[in-house]
């Protein structure tokens, strides 16, 4: 019953905007959902002292983490942002959001806006 | 490299487990990709599988895909989509090939007879007229989507129709959304529990394929977007 | 409960708990550009949450809202990109939820009781 019996699409068919915009969603989100238990974990090490958080603070000093760490801070900002449009398209009929460029440049805006808040404030290291 | 005045052109041959096959074809000043297609079984190659009806863009019958795209023929000019002089031409994708460039639609079609896409009205004929004014936001809301004529362009342009068999489809779903709101459709309970769950417009996740590509400038994702509001407010009521 | 009831309020649950952590994401996005315009260490960032009952009910619906919609998104691409159905996805979303709630809980605890 599951034996292929039609053609699917190719890259060709899926370079629009807006199906760039749910796999950075759906991409961004699956990283995160990974993420959380790490960060969940890390914070329990506050249980045994803040001697114990504190080394492990100074773990994640180091340049790889810090990285690590404030992509996951983009990942979490440009989900939140997809997030927003859909919410928006799903419930808010009346803005016209028919037009994915619409909804997508609102979107990169408010994205850029959101970097411009990143880049002001100043990283530890 | 193909001179200005000739096309190469990849064309499905055989059923989904075929092969594309190589065919030169002169090219014109205008000339559209259905003018490509006919000129192949007529003059080149009579074997050839196609469809193909009023030709002017208002029976949905020529959809295929052209460079990797699902597109109406008769609508779409050479030199839109063959700068370099290369066509590769397939069939719909989503549904079964029946043999070159011909699909079958029935799944298409069952589905959207699953979503409720038959009008059940309330009155008789011995009622008086329905009067709907064309300005209710709700016939407004109507006519923006009504226009659909089942060409299927956007079921082969949809992700979840692929992910997902069971999925309904834009098409399915925009025409159940013109019922819904209908104001003379007597059947809108079954509607929506025809066309909530994963079946159903919850499956849609925006990737806006349908709206992106339809002929007709429709919007399913609009459509479908208004199908989880109501299915939403119907479960959270109870009435789902 | 039909299919077509259960899936809706699967949905109505994600966009719900997806509604919470746009707001708590947002201030928690703050919070973390706060402390690290600040250079606050462990001990200083322990000072200010241990005891604080408002911070603590903030990130519990944090957590919440989290393992509602994280394991749902997750459910979505197992059925999508792996095919995956019926009781085995459900088994899957149920251990997805568990282990972001447990760890999650144990986390606000840690920094805030």
């Given at each position: 019953?599951?034996?292929?019996?039609?053609?699917?699409?190719?890259?060709?068919?899926?370079?629009?905007?807006?199906?760039?915009?749910?796999?950075?969603?759906?991409?961004?989100?699956?990283?995160?959902?990974?993420?959380?238990?790490?960060?969940?974990?890390?914070?329990?090490?506050?249980?045994?002292?803040?001697?114990?958080?504190?080394?492990?603070?100074?773990?994640?000093?180091?340049?790889?983490?810090?990285?690590?760490?404030?992509?996951?801070?983009?990942?979490?900002?440009?989900?939140?942002?997809?997030?927003?449009?859909?919410?928006?398209?799903?419930?808010?009929?009346?803005h016209g959001w028919r037009n994915s460029r619409r909804s997508l440049a609102?979107?990169?805006?408010?994205?850029?806006?959101?970097?411009?808040?990143?880049?002001?404030?100043p990283e530890s290291t | 490299m193909s001179s200005d005045r000739t096309l190469?052109?990849?064309?499905?041959?055989?059923?989904?487990?075929?092969?594309?096959?190589?065919?030169?074809?002169?090219?014109?000043?205008?000339?559209?990709?259905?003018?490509?297609?006919?000129?192949?079984?007529?003059?080149?190659?009579?074997?050839?599988?196609?469809?193909?009806?009023?030709?002017?863009?208002?029976?949905?019958?020529?959809?295929?895909?052209?460079?990797?795209?699902?597109?109406?023929?008769?609508?779409?000019?050479?030199?839109?989509?063959?700068?370099?002089?290369?066509?590769?031409?397939?069939?719909?994708?989503?549904?079964?090939?029946?043999?070159?460039?011909?699909?079958?639609?029935?799944?298409?079609?069952?589905?959207?007879?699953?979503?409720?896409?038959?009008?059940?009205?309330?009155?008789?004929?011995?009622?008086?007229?329905?009067?709907?004014?064309?300005?209710?936001?709700?016939?407004?809301?109507?006519?923006?989507?009504?226009?659909?004529?089942?060409?299927?362009?956007?079921?082969?342009?949809?992700?979840?129709?692929?992910?997902?068999?069971?999925?309904?489809?834009?098409?399915?779903?925009?025409?159940?959304?013109?019922?819904?709101?209908?104001?003379?459709?007597?059947?809108?309970?079954?509607?929506?529990?025809?066309?909530?769950?994963?079946?159903?417009?919850?499956?849609?996740?925006?990737?806006?394929?349908?709206?992106?590509?339809?002929?007709?400038?429709?919007?399913?994702?609009?459509?479908?977007?208004?199908?989880?509001?109501?299915?939403?407010?119907?479960?959270?009521?109870?009435?789902? | 409960?039909?299919?077509?009831?259960?899936?809706?309020?699967?949905?109505?649950?994600?966009?719900?708990?997806?509604?919470?952590?746009?707001?708590?994401?947002?201030?928690?996005?703050?919070?973390?550009?706060?402390?690290?315009?600040?250079?606050?260490?462990?001990?200083?960032?322990?000072?200010?949450?241990?005891?604080?009952?408002?911070?603590?009910?903030?990130?519990?619906?944090?957590?919440?809202?989290?393992?509602?919609?994280?394991?749902?998104?997750?459910?979505?691409?197992?059925?999508?990109?792996?095919?995956?159905?019926?009781?085995?996805?459900?088994?899957?979303?149920?251990?997805?939820?568990?282990l972001l709630l447990a760890p999650g809980l144990g986390a606000v605890w840690?920094?805030?009781?």
């Amino acid at each position: 019953m599951s034996a292929v019996v039609f053609r699917r699409n190719g890259w060709r068919a899926r370079s629009h905007p807006a199906y760039w915009a749910f796999v950075t969603h759906r991409l961004s989100g699956l990283l995160l959902t990974a993420f959380l238990p790490v960060h969940f974990l890390v914070l329990a090490q506050a249980l045994n002292g803040p001697a114990a958080l504190d080394s492990v603070l100074r773990w994640t000093e180091q340049p790889l983490v810090r990285f690590v760490e404030w992509t996951v801070v983009a990942l979490l900002a440009i989900h939140l942002i997809g997030g927003l449009r859909l919410l928006a398209i799903e419930w808010l009929p009346r803005h016209g959001w028919r037009n994915s460029r619409r909804s997508l440049a609102v979107g990169a805006v408010l994205l850029v806006a959101l970097g411009f808040a990143l880049a002001l404030s100043p990283e530890s290291t | 490299m193909s001179s200005d005045r000739t096309l190469e052109v990849s064309v499905w041959r055989g059923d989904v487990a075929g092969r594309f096959a190589a065919y030169r074809v002169p090219r014109h000043a205008n000339q559209t990709v259905l003018d490509v297609v006919i000129h192949i079984q007529r003059e080149l190659d009579p074997t050839l599988s196609y469809r193909f009806a009023c030709r002017v863009g208002v029976c949905g019958s020529c959809a295929m895909t052209v460079n990797g795209i699902a597109r109406w023929t008769c609508r779409t000019h050479v030199n839109k989509v063959a700068a370099d002089g290369r066509l590769e031409l397939a069939p719909l994708a989503h549904l079964p090939v029946i043999r070159d460039l011909v699909t079958d639609l029935r799944p298409f079609f069952d589905k959207w007879a699953r979503a409720g896409g038959r009008f059940q009205g309330k009155t008789t004929r011995h009622d008086p007229l329905a009067v709907v004014r064309p300005d209710a936001p709700e016939r407004r809301v109507v006519d923006a989507a009504i226009e659909c004529i089942g060409c299927a362009v956007c079921y082969a342009s949809c992700d979840l129709v692929a992910w997902r068999p069971d999925y309904l489809g834009p098409a399915a779903l925009n025409r159940a959304w013109t019922l819904v709101n209908d104001a003379r459709d007597g059947a809108r309970a079954e509607r929506l529990a025809a066309v909530a769950g994963d079946a159903g417009c919850h499956a849609c996740h925006t990737q806006m394929g349908c709206s992106k590509r339809c002929p007709k400038h429709l919007s399913p994702t609009v459509s479908i977007a208004g199908l989880k509001r109501l299915t939403a407010r119907a479960a959270w009521s109870g009435a789902l | 409960m039909t299919e077509a009831r259960r899936q809706t309020l699967l949905w109505l649950a994600q966009r719900a708990s997806a509604a919470v952590l746009a707001v708590c994401v947002t201030a928690h996005l703050a919070t973390i550009f706060y402390v690290a315009r600040e250079h606050l260490g462990a001990a200083e960032i322990l000072d200010r949450t241990r005891g604080s009952w408002m911070l603590a009910m903030f990130y519990a619906v944090f957590v919440v809202a989290a393992a509602v919609h994280a394991p749902l998104g997750v459910r979505a691409i197992c059925e999508e990109w792996l095919g995956w159905r019926g009781r085995p996805l459900d088994r899957a979303t149920l251990v997805a939820a568990a282990l972001l709630l447990a760890p999650g809980l144990g986390a606000v605890w840690a920094v805030f009781a």
